[in-house]
């Protein structure tokens, strides 16, 4: 298995290098060269799978022999054995031919632990081997570095520099990062939105003797292994729902378009997949492409769902990519012109195609509140404001009731227990293993949007051992 970049200009790459590479040389993001398959028979077979086990069967053919197999399957049972559900990824009805996705019973209690409890162990494993080191550098809009601070803290080989966008996380999110006061991890605050720690980072990776000099990597979802990793979780909540006899559609509280993508893959791999359904917050650029076509840039917004306060998705490269016939040319030039102009278009052959699978919809914060009390009062559960995004969308997309419809429950609802308060009036306890979060000690550097100075912070405080 080799991977080829979404621009065209980059030299075919295994899977152990598109690992620790995280972006292409050419700026592009690494996509299989060709998609594996399951016949129906294998997949009907996941259904009485433990989650780890079919977890090996989905990313084996996308490691292609760059791990031997023993090695492989004692990484991914370590990866979950952290979480407090036994079945790992644990399915809800909540109405007729509704499903609720329960993806955050990992140690920070967001969907981002389903891959990242898997790559920490996975890079650490590939480092050691090459008797190499790596300084990741990632962005989060909230959930994203907490889990790779999670994944990567206390390992020799890596320091970890995670930039969050200042007072745009919540509480919570935050001190699960700062107050993880590690050697090997260093959180800065960005002052400014997460497009802006977004750009720092991209700018950080084209700078390249910075990039080689400090061995950068990226764990951000633009990173294949993320992506891989939560393709298993389609196929395992589609297996329990009748696939691949009965197609499914699901419905995904969409950010930076990883977590989706993942989905879309598991369509190219065979998965009868109806309708994703792809569902925003008032950043609503996704929803807005699928109606029209066109990707216009707005301004952010901060919304009570900041996971999802993104204008640029980076995985929509992935799917731009396959939409225009794998042509690495155009999926450049496309986006050059969206770098400069902030707006592009597909044409109509492509918009129908996009169409035929993802249908996008959006809510506010007030309707986002509205559908978190409807749904503790109809069901008696608590979901915070990006799951009731996801129920909201699959209810509003739902094309045919004969179709399981999965919506994907991507945090636990204490991570967000302001915004279930408001809506419910329930408080939400943080799980047993955080219950003194909010009086333990933080560590932050608080920096401008200036990537000469984020540079220089990260270059003086990498430890030196871990860049010799
Ligand atoms: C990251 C995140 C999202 C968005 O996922 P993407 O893969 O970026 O689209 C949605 N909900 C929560 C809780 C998240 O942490």
Redesign the pocket.
Known sequence: MKYISTRGGAPAQAFDDVLLNGLAPDGGLYVPETWPTFTDKEIASFKDLPYAELALRVIRPFVGGAIDDSALAGIIDGAYANFDAPDIAPMKEIGKNEFLLEL?HGPTL???DMAMQFLGPVFDHVLKKRNQTVTIVGAT????GSAAIEACRDRDAIEIFILHPQGRVSDVQRRQMTTVLSDNVHNIAIDGTFDDCQALLKAMFNDAPFRDEMRLSAVN?INWARIMA?IVYYFWAAAKVGAPESHVSFA??????????SGYAAKQMGLPIDQLVVGSNSNDILTRFFETGAMEKGEVQATI?P??D?QV?S?FERLLFDLTGRDGAVTRDILANFQSKGRFSVNDKTLEAAQALFYGARFDDDETKAVIKETFEKTGELV?P??AIGIAAARAQHRDSSVPMIALA??HPA?FADAVFDATGVHVDLPAPLADLMEREERCQVMANDLAAVQDFIATNARQGAIA
Do not use: E, L
């Open positions: 955050f967001a969907f981002k809009s909230g959930d994203t979802s939560q995904v509280p969409t950010g930076n378009f990883g977590n989706v993508f769902s996971s999802m993104i998705s995985n915070d990006h799951t991507t945090a991570k």
